[in-house]
């Protein structure tokens, strides 16, 4: 409903640029205070779907962060790895939120095939541009094992 977009939005007032692209399937339940925020531009449609339309809104020496969280299907996240990971900029990263699906936490047979865990694994072995950088979970528990991908090339 927002509400990390808007968390998000007010990190990047206090360090004074920066801006927050949300893309779902429905913003219908986003509060007002998300909609109008400054650094906010809402997108509705499917990720993959609505990619050209995000591509546009990035400028060329824009430094870019991705954080994917949506449906954590593997199929989907692996379509939205391949489809995004070229906007990511080097040395920043793409993060694949809730891969510890059927990783430490168990969900509905929809998930039986493999999740977000599965396609983290998949994308890396067929793109060397990106590494898993395990360093961001040095709290040992994490939501998103495996998910914190850095773009090295």
């Known amino acids: 409903m927002g509400g990390g977009t808007l968390a998000l939005a007010h990190i990047l007032d206090n360090i004074g640029s920066g801006r927050v692209i949300g893309l779902d399937i429905n913003h219908d339940d986003v509060p007002l205070i998300v909609k109008e925020h400054p650094r906010i531009q809402l997108i509705r449609g499917d990720a993959c779907g609505s990619f050209p339309k995000v591509k546009n809104l990035i400028n060329i020496n824009e430094k870019v962060l991705i954080i994917e969280d949506s449906s954590h299907t593997y199929e989907n996240t692996l379509n939205v790895l391949r489809t995004y990971n070229s906007l990511v900029s080097k040395g920043s990263y793409f993060i ?38 395990r360093t961001k979970e040095r709290f040992v528990i994490t939501w998103n094992p495996k998910g914190y991908l850095k773009k090295i090339k």
């Open 96 to 133: 694949v939120e809730d891969s510890n699906i059927n990783h430490g936490l168990d969900f509905p047979n929809e998930f039986l095939s493999g999740g977000s865990y599965e396609a983290i694994e998949e994308f890396v072995k067929e793109n060397d541009d990106f590494i898993i950088d």
